[in-house]
């Protein structure tokens, strides 16, 4: 099924997205914006979800569905498609920094230029209601307020 919002912003909603489970405790609460428009995106984000779900130190708890819109930054591009993950975790801030950067890669990400085409994107939006503004690690996430690419499935989330 699909929800058209105006002329550039669709919703997906597929398999797995949206996903609603409760948390265990004693775990770290990590909101997770993905990405992507390269390829079979859509099913790209069925086999991050499995990935995600059976990793031992991750467990999905939500999803939101997926928007399409169009790209930023760079715009000579296909349109994007992303979502919004909540999951919990037992890895520490950076331990999931490097976790997202591996499994970036494990879903054939490159990185060729800033805001350039690309299978996957995983940006730490928050972690537990740490905060942090290290070199290579931001927390909340610097510019998540400003792009519909966020707010919307987070809007979507927080309704659930």
């Given at each position: ?54 990793h031992p130190k991750t467990r999905v ?20 498609y992303n979502a919004v993950i909540i ?8 331990e999931f920094l490097k976790f997202a ?60």
């Open positions: 099924m699909r929800r058209v919002l105006n002329d550039s912003l669709t919703l997906f909603f597929i398999r797995f997205y949206p996903f609603k489970r409760r948390k265990k405790a004693k775990r770290h609460i990590v909101t997770l914006g993905i990405g992507g428009n390269i390829g079979d995106v859509k099913r790209r984000f069925k086999k991050l979800f499995l990935y995600l779900n059976s708890l939500k999803t939101s569905p997926i928007l399409k819109n169009p790209p930023f930054g760079y715009l000579n591009q296909p349109d994007f999951l919990e975790s037992s890895l520490s801030p950076r950067l591996h499994t970036e890669k494990f879903f054939a990400r490159k990185r060729e230029f800033k805001n350039s085409p690309r299978t996957l994107d995983m940006d730490i939006i928050f972690f537990d209601k740490i905060e942090m503004n290290k070199k290579d690690l931001k927390i909340p996430h610097p510019k998540y307020k400003e792009r519909d690419s966020v707010m919307i499935p987070l809007k979507f989330l927080k309704a659930v």
